[in-house]
């Protein structure tokens, strides 16, 4: 559904629910209200806040109403190296600013002592 067409519905919903007596709202005024709406959407079905109380990943329809919104990002270590609070050569991630749900994360390490690379998955 583009913008345009979510407008339409948007004024033909509220029309048909006040009986054509509807506010005139100004095309920001729907944006504000249609991003909340979608915010919403997207935190229920993430969560386990909906009427069936079953987050993400928890059943097949959780994951259907979501899995057109999930992106993979690669992401490359910062060149900071950390010492002190954390592991040593441990390295830090800046994640996108757009970023709502860590999803699933992996990362590749490579052991130069021993030339083996290994997998981790959370």
Do not use: V
Request: charged share 25%; proline share 3%; hydrophobic share 35%.
């Amino acid at each position: 559904m583009t913008i345009s067409e979510a407008h339409r519905a948007f004024r033909f919903g509220l029309d048909k629910m006040d009986g054509l007596n509807a506010p005139n709202f100004l095309p920001e005024e729907i944006d504000l209200l249609l991003n909340q709406a979608q915010e919403r959407f997207i935190k229920q079905r993430y969560d386990n806040t909906n009427i069936k109380r079953t987050g993400f990943e928890q059943d097949e329809k959780r994951t259907e109403d979501l899995k057109e919104i999930l992106e993979s990002k690669i992401l490359s270590p910062s060149t900071t190296i950390s010492s002190g609070r954390t592991a040593i050569n441990s390295a830090f991630f800046t994640l996108p600013s757009d970023n709502w749900f860590i999803i699933w994360e992996k990362a590749y390490i490579n052991c130069a002592t021993c030339n083996t690379t290994f997998t981790i998955s959370t």
